[in-house]
């Protein structure tokens, strides 16, 4: 039903050319989504200089407005006294591109100017950086002073600045936080100010719990109410972290801050062992000699093994696996079949969930890999499958409605549990055409009417489970995506309804979406699937392969194998 949809679509826009708000040439190759790494300048923001005009004024101000310490202390000199007075800086940080100024009038001692941008992002005060698109229009008054020009009228509430200044100026670092079952560590991206990451300020950011958009969808275990009790220092290889109200005596969820602690802390860098204190004794008992990422490398982030290697596909109604380039059918029903539309296998390779086509229905069928399913939900329209937590588990979206499904290993039989997305419908009307489950089980991708959206998979009290958090990932390439897929917990790829950019590569830490290279693809791009070393698409001729690895990614797509062809559907187990 999808492929139909898409290609219908495809038709009637091939003639389009869609623009997403992007700074990278149509051309580039991929590139890693990754923290800003340069070694920062000495002095990151400029400092007002008598010889500017009003121009270099105005864009120097954005530029120091990407400093938020001292109440934007460098940003206010800038100002009169009167208009730093007046202004109230507290709230986002709005990030732009393309900057333009435009003086409206102009005298021997004051000025009027525009300075006009593109939104890019909007940073809110506890670090979370999300997409944003439009314009950002900032009216300005200058006046000479002292032979200086400064701002004199009335600021609009908040902050901008542009890209290139808040790239330098800001580094991106992952807190941890475990999910509601305390078995997993959930990356929750933040920005901060500064050259290097701050053992303190990441810890103290830590234990002040998750962004608003995971409330619902981790837990807080011991740092509930916890603190840091004087800052994080580092001795040789020892970084000592005090803290103080550590109420919860449990040992397991004292072990899990610990992992939160150490994690958040390697992963931005600041390595070694991690002497981490309780009101002055161990944290958990035993530990006086501290931790090592060793210690706790059962919660290890983004570790669950994925079978890279192990591509299946959909071909001819039936489920195979690609042995070497040759599709073989798995065993059972599901690779014997000639009713398969979709399907996704478990990163184990122990359990499939397929959707099948039997007398107009769709049924999603879901058991061992290789073996007997059984049925879990029947309805008119069926997205494709995905995973969730764990083997047993995962999601669908039917007739329009996201469900559940669970499979009883003992009893062999399943099960199906409607999920809440009133959130979505809320944040972006249309229905929901697909909805891929991250690898870590808490985020969802969805495309609703044509709209990348993000999600988290929250669960009250009593277990029930709802979308929410929901905002959009692509605002700037928004109304033509036809299909999601996850690479890793951060990074997805995204398949889009256009001729000269089908394909594009995006990530959950709020950067703006990249092109990937397109010049040999077919449009239309109807099926996608991705692997943490490489992006899969359906175009007209077929499954084509692009490898993304950091070092040398592919320049260009290359087909699957002879077996792939048009109408072939790529699987990525454990997506």
Known sequence: MKRVTVLVAWLLSAALVLTGCVDIPVSSPPQPL??????????????????????????????????????????????????????????????????GVVIDERTETAVRLRVSAT????????????????????????????????????????????????????RQADLFFPDRTLTRLIADPRWFFGAEPDASVLVNRLLGGPS?????????????????????????????????????????????????IVWTLDYAGISGTYRITADGAPLVAGREA????????????????????????????????????RAVPVGGELGAGHDVESAAVSADLTRVAAVVVRDGQRTLMVGPYGGTP?????????????????????????????????????????????????AVAAVAPGPIT????????????????????????SVNDVGAGSLTGVYPLTPGADGAAVGVAWATAKTLYVARLAVDVPVWKTSIVGTQPIELVS?????????????????????????????TAQVRPDQYWTAVGPDAGPGTVPVIPGA
């Open 519 to 547: 010049g040999n693809l077919k449009p239309p791009v109807v099926d996608i699937a991705a692997s943490p070393t490489a992006v899969y698409v359906s175009d007209s001729r077929g499954v084509q392969q692009l490898g």
């Open 290 to 325: 501290g931790w090592r990422p060793a210690d706790v490398s059962a919660v290890e982030p983004d570790s669950a093994p994925r079978s890279a290697d192990s591509v299946h596909l959909v071909r001819d109604g039936a489920l195979t696996r690609l042995t070497g380039n």
């Open 374 to 422: 059984v049925a879990a939900v029947t309805g008119t329209s069926m997205t494709e499958p995905t995973f969730g937590t764990d083997a047993d588990s995962g999601y669908v979206v039917v007739d329009g409605r996201p469900m559940q499904w669970v499979y009883d290993q003992a009893s062999g039989t399943a099960r199906s549990i409607p999920v809440d997305a009133s």
């Open 212 to 260: 608003s958009g995971l409330e619902g969808a981790v837990a807080l275990g011991a740092a509930r109410g916890a603190t840091l009790t004087g800052p994080a220092t580092t001795s040789g290889d020892t970084v000592s972290i005090p803290l103080g109200n550590v109420g919860d005596a449990d040992q397991r969820h004292r072990t899990m801050l610990a992992a939160q």
């Open 119 to 170: 939104k890019t992002g909007v940073l809110s005060p506890d670090g979370s950086l999300r997409p944003a698109a439009g314009p950002e229009i900032i009216a300005l008054s200058l006046t000479r002073e002292n032979g200086s020009w400064r701002i004199n009228g009335d600021m609009h509430p908040g902050a901008v600045t542009d890209t290139s200044q808040f790239l330098t100026a800001y």
């Open 434 to 457: 697909d909805l891929r489950v991250s690898p870590d089980g808490v985020r969802v991708a969805l495309v609703v009417g044509g709209r990348t959206m993000l999600a988290v998979i």
């Open 34 to 99: 990754q923290a800003f790494d340069r070694k920062r300048p000495t002095n990151i923001v400029p400092a007002p200089r008598r010889g500017d005009d009003p121009e270099t004024v105005a864009r120097n101000l954005l530029k120091a407005m990407s400093d938020p310490t001292a109440g934007h202390r460098s940003a206010r000199k800038f100002l009169t006294a009167g208009a730093s007075q007046r202004w109230d800086d507290q709230g986002d940080l709005t990030i732009v591109r393309d900057v």
